[in-house]
Every structure is written in structure tokens, then in C-alpha cells.
């Protein structure tokens, strides 16, 4: 998994290791998802706090990857304009790596930063959970020497009466 044969366990890493999972694990009981949506092209799923709401919380983890080199963002986002159809917010995010610093690919848990730019539309009156989610992303790794224009669309599901 982590470890090969060869690489002894040291109580730095069975500390991170601990607090790792252990954080995710206390950071699930207590965050109650309100959004769940699927990024296709960018093999991402994101998981968010209540995102009719001003500010909110999107969490995004990468899926189209080899194991050691999974990536995490986070995105603290603000809604500013919203109406029955649609919501535009835009919001800066970090892009986090634990898991290749556990398994020594790297040595920086932080890989770069975005300022996202985005809209949420509810295509189908029938159905206004169901959103169709466009986003442009500039990112910078975390020295500020290189960095590329993302573009995100994905599917979302937000949780809550119609």
C-alpha cells in the first residue's frame, strides 16, 4: 500500500498516517454533505457544504490517478448572484497531496493554488437537484513558476426539497 517491504514504519509517519485518518474520519461525522457531483473530463468528485448558501465549502478529490499521487483541493466558495435557475460564485482553492507524501513521492503537501469561476445551472424544472456545473480555473503550483487555464464541467447533486 504505503510501504514497500523494505521501508520500516516511523513513528513520524504512524503519527501522520494516524492523524490522517483519523481527521477524515472526525471531519465526516461531523460535515453533512449537501451536494455530491462528478467532474468527468478532470476525473474529479466533489463533495460540498450547502452551496445555497453564501459561502460554502467544496472539497474535490481527484480519481483518474495512480494511488500515491492522489490529489485533494479544497475550495472555500462565495455565491454572487443566485436565483431559481442558477447560481455563479467564484472562490480561491488549495490543492493538497497527503497521500504522496506518505508514500514518498513528494515532499510538499501542498501542490498549488486555483481561483475558481463558476456557475451551477438547473437544466430541468422537474428535477432542480440536478445541476450542470461549468467552471474556469486558473491554477499555479505552489512555487508560482508555472500554472495552466482549467476548465471544469461536471454533474452535481444537491440534497434538499425541490
Do not use: C
Request: proline content about 5%; cysteine-free.
Amino acid at each position: 500500500m504505503f510501504l514497500t517491504q523494505n521501508q520500516p514504519l516511523t513513528p513520524a509517519r504512524t503519527l501522520l498516517r494516524t492523524g490522517l485518518f483519523l481527521g477524515l474520519f472526525l471531519g465526516m461525522s461531523q460535515v453533512k454533505a449537501q451536494s455530491v457531483g462528478y467532474y468527468p473530463w478532470n476525473g474529479l468528485i466533489s463533495v460540498s457544504t450547502n452551496p445555497a448558501k453564501v459561502f460554502w465549502l467544496d472539497a474535490r478529490l481527484q480519481t483518474n490517478t495512480l494511488f500515491g499521487s492522489l490529489s485533494t483541493e479544497v475550495l472555500p466558495l462565495f455565491n454572487f448572484k443566485q436565483t431559481s435557475a442558477a447560481q455563479f460564485y467564484a472562490g480561491g482553492g488549495v490543492r493538497f497531496n497527503f497521500i504522496g507524501v506518505l508514500a514518498n513521492q513528494t515532499k510538499n503537501v501542498v501542490e498549488g493554488y486555483s481561483l475558481n469561476i463558476g456557475t451551477r445551472v438547473s437544466p430541468f424544472k422537474t428535477v432542480p437537484q440536478v445541476k450542470i456545473a461549468l467552471e474556469i480555473a486558473p491554477y499555479v503550483e505552489r512555487k508560482f513558476e508555472s500554472g495552466i487555464l482549467k476548465s471544469n464541467f461536471g454533474l452535481i447533486y444537491t440534497f434538499g426539497k425541490k
